[in-house]
């Protein structure tokens, strides 16, 4: 199992509301090795149950396996940090190798919240399009000129995603099998 490692670069009792919360983040591959690129598309998420608040974490990946992710404190209290390895590099290139990212079939779920108000949409990957009234996400060196996109949500801002979940069942199983492959050619 490929795994992450999170720690925050600031001391917790000294975060107040309205900094920037810095979190680093290291990716290890199957067998414990640290990653040695980056290129892995990550969302993160900071939360606050109790009173519903979330935030997504803006990602910048430092190309060599790990990454900085930066939240806004907007509350005041505790709040939880969760990030998740949605396709390591591997398969972010096997996916911008073997399909038409314009094409309908590769589509994802997202999920908009506030702590009050929830809004799904739909999300796809583009390259080389012109798109308004849309939520951008980029990551150049996992995605390079392609952007992954969802539909706007009707009362929340960009900034309120949430969770995103492919539509597609069989997609990680081809992805883990390319990441095997890649990490047996590497190894030899």
Not at 31 to 56: C, F, K, W
Not at 77 to 95: D, F, N, P, Q, V
Request: charged letters at 25%; one cysteine or more; aromatic letters at 12%.
């Amino acid at each position: 199992m490929n795994t992450i490692r999170l720690y925050l670069r600031h001391q917790k009792n000294k975060i107040k509301k309205g900094d920037f919360v810095e979190v680093v983040l290291e990716a290890f591959d199957n067998y414990g090795y640290r990653r040695p690129r980056g290129g892995d598309l990550i969302v993160a998420v900071m939360a606050n149950e109790l009173s519903h608040q979330r935030t997504a974490g803006r990602v910048f990946d430092h190309g060599n396996g790990s990454y900085s992710i930066y939240f806004y404190a907007a509350w005041t209290g505790k709040a939880s940090i969760s990030a998740t390895l949605m396709y390591h590099r591997e398969g972010a290139l096997l996916l911008n190798h073997q399909y038409d990212y314009e094409s309908t079939h590769l589509k994802w779920g997202a999920k908009f919240t506030d702590g009050k108000i929830e809004q799904f949409t739909d999300c796809t990957v583009i390259s080389d399009w012109i798109w308004k009234d849309v939520c951008e996400f980029i990551n150049p060196v996992s995605l390079g000129k392609t952007s992954f996109v969802c539909e706007k949500p009707g009362k929340l801002p960009c900034e309120s995603l949430t969770e995103i979940g492919h539509q597609l069942d069989n997609m990680n199983k081809i992805v883990d099998e390319e990441i095997g492959r890649a990490s047996c050619r590497e190894r030899v």
